[in-house]
């Protein structure tokens, strides 16, 4: 991915992205702190404590970075202000498999995709399979348990 795409996301994916970068520069005083207290305790060459705080300030530093970055390329979009009846990023799809059983799922961005609650990434197989089909479409999509058959019953901006 170039550095400047853009990245799409739900209103509620990047408040959960700022509330991260928050709480994670909430955390960089408490390290740095325990940095200083494991440096007074002498040798840093054999004190545990000092290596695992800087080792954990080099995380929340590489995690801020990172968020910021996709924060500062986000691309919000409100399912609400869509139409159409193609699927897009924020499409809410009603899909039959192969037994006719129904399942659904939202287009998300990566950081918001949780199968369990029925929000897959546009990225993922069966997201990028969805993208552009329309009501009826047959999709087929390889993934990691197999490959699949859907047909497309409904496509929703809600």
């Known amino acids: 991915m170039m550095a400047s795409d853009k990245v799409p ?3 509620e994916g990047y408040q959960q992205l700022t509330e991260d970068v928050k709480r994670l520069k909430l955390e960089r005083p408490e390290v740095i702190d325990a940095i200083e207290e494991a440096r007074a305790h002498g040798d840093l060459s054999e004190n545990a404590e ?11 530093e ?3 970075a990172d968020i910021e970055d996709r924060l ?7 399912p609400l202000t869509l139409s159409g009846d193609k699927v897009v ?3 809410t ?5 192969e037994d006719d059983k ?14 369990k609650v029925g929000r897959i990434s546009y990225n993922s197989p069966l997201g990028r399979a969805l993208i552009g089909r329309q009501k009826g479409d047959e999709v087929d999509v390889s993934t990691p ?5 859907y047909e497309i019953a409904k496509i929703e901006f809600i």
């Open 9 to 11: 996301m739900l209103a």
């Open 50 to 60: 000092y290596h695992a705080a800087k080792e954990r300030q080099g995380q929340i």
């Open 62 to 64: 590489a995690m801020i």
């Open 72 to 78: 500062s390329r986000a691309l919000v979009i409100d």
């Open 89 to 91: 990023f924020g499409a």
């Open 93 to 97: 799809v009603t899909l039959l498999d």
């Open 102 to 115: 129904k399942v659904r799922y939202q287009l998300v961005g990566q950081t918001e995709a949780d199968a």
């Open 145 to 149: 348990a197999g490959d699949r058959s």
